[in-house]
């Protein structure tokens, strides 16, 4: 599959409902602000839109190019005693909606959108190239019925939290799970072409660590933790450091959840960065790890799943439950339930 070319600006949907009044633009500062750090409001014209599906259009960033999010690439959970908390789940690199987890977190009393970001309607096939606005668009939702935004992503979709969390003032809190602390090169169609930055904001590359393409994975279930740590290697300390999220301007609650055997990236060594890099600012941040985690994270009340992959995630039998319940605590303290 051919990636997509930079999109610059969002549209969204909301599901169920056929209002089609654009939302108003706040003001440019402060909570409620639709200004991000270089991904400013605009409002967005109509774009090419696939028949059957309702949509309703939000102030987004850019000046005249559009893309949206389709009904159908959002899934909302409201509770019916909401407390006022709004998040946005964002699975990684499986492309699913994290349903069952959006269900879970409404029925503690959040209202939950999970969004799918990439392979639906009008977005990139794969991992590459997502605009920002993506997330900020569907904040935008979120933030039209909640007093407090809050965005849990998983893996990729933690790395997005943090990068929108960074940009958008409108932000409480943040829960990443398996996070990174590098913005990273995305999927590619072929190992010819060239490498392209996972996530663009305002149509420009968001700087980012390219994957080494020289290496190797072993026999059997390959392991991706090697490769991420080669590339970082490979790619020199420059590069790193210029792709590195800037957690220090992000000012809300941050939880990062870890596992110490996360065999497809080193989480816990991401997670230990980021929450050195915010402490040398001052800032503080909750890190919940567990040694014999892998990449999964299973929160209390959600369904276990088929663990099977054709990659290793690493962790120990229960692993993904110990770590779920040991972030519970935490989790539920940003969600205020």
């Known amino acids: 599959m051919t990636p997509r ?7 969204a949907a909301t599901p169920g409902r056929a209002s089609s009044t654009p939302s108003s633009t706040p003001p440019a500062t402060g909570p409620g602000s639709a200004t991000r750090a270089g991904c400013s409001t605009t409002s967005c014209a109509s774009a090419d839109r696939p028949s059957g599906v309702q949509w309703r259009e939000v102030g987004v960033a850019a000046d005249s190019l559009a893309s949206v999010i389709a009904a159908t690439d959002l899934h909302w959970a409201h509770s019916r005693g909401c407390n006022g908390t709004g998040v946005l789940v964002l699975a990684g690199s499986s492309g699913r909606f994290d349903v069952a987890r959006a269900d879970l977190l409404a029925s503690r009393g959040v209202t939950a959108l999970a969004l799918r970001w990439f392979g639906g309607s009008g977005q990139p096939p794969v991992p590459s190239e997502v605009p920002l606005e993506t997330f900020t668009a569907a904040l935008d939702l979120l933030a039209a019925e909640c007093d407090r935004v809050v965005l849990l992503g998983l893996s990729y979709g933690a790395e997005a939290a943090l990068l929108t969390a960074v940009r958008d003032p409108r932000v409480d809190a943040v829960v990443a799970l398996q996070p990174s602390d590098v913005a990273w090169e995305g999927h590619r169609s072929d190992e010819t072409g060239p490498p392209r930055s996972k996530w663009t904001c305002r149509g420009a590359p968001v700087p980012f660590v390219p994957m080494d393409r020289d290496w190797e994975p072993d026999a059997g279930p390959p392991s991706f933790r090697p490769w991420y740590e080669a590339s970082k290697v490979a790619a020199g300390a420059g590069v790193v450091e210029a792709s590195r999220i800037p957690v220090e301007r992000f000012g809300g ?4 959840v870890a596992g110490g055997d996360d065999q497809v990236w080193p989480s816990l060594e991401h997670a230990r960065a980021i929450s050195a890099r915010r402490s040398s600012h001052g800032m503080s941040t909750t ?12 929160l209390p009340g959600e369904p276990v799943g ?3 992959r054709p990659y290793a995630v690493g962790g120990d039998a229960g692993g993904a439950q110990r770590l779920g319940e040991r972030a519970w605590p935490a989790i539920r303290q940003v969600l205020r339930c």
Request: proline content about 12%.
């Open 5 to 11: 070319s930079p999109v610059a600006t969002v549209a």
């Open 253 to 256: 609650e941050l939880v990062l």
């Open 287 to 298: 890190l919940v790890s567990d040694p014999g985690a892998g990449h999964a994270v299973v």
């Open 306 to 308: 088929n663990p099977a």
